[in-house]
């Protein structure tokens, strides 16, 4: 990864402007993609009040009062 921002190692503390941006732009967009992705995941998700009751049943079917 730190390749792909142009780091590099020999230079140790002193990187070029366009490194440390691609590095910030790394350290943030990771993230967002992965917070993106579990919204979506959850808004597929549809959790009613009817669907929660038919978990806590399977629930207490397997395992005893929940």
Do not use: N, W, Y
């Amino acid at each position: 990864i730190l390749q792909f921002t142009g780091f590099d190692a020999k230079l140790e503390t002193l990187q070029t402007p366009h490194a440390i941006f691609m590095m910030r732009i790394l350290l943030s967009t990771i993230p967002v993609i992965g917070l993106v992705l579990a919204l979506v995941s959850l808004l597929r998700f549809e959790l009613t009040e009817k669907r929660m009751g038919e978990i806590r049943q399977q629930l207490e079917a397997t395992r005893g009062l929940v």
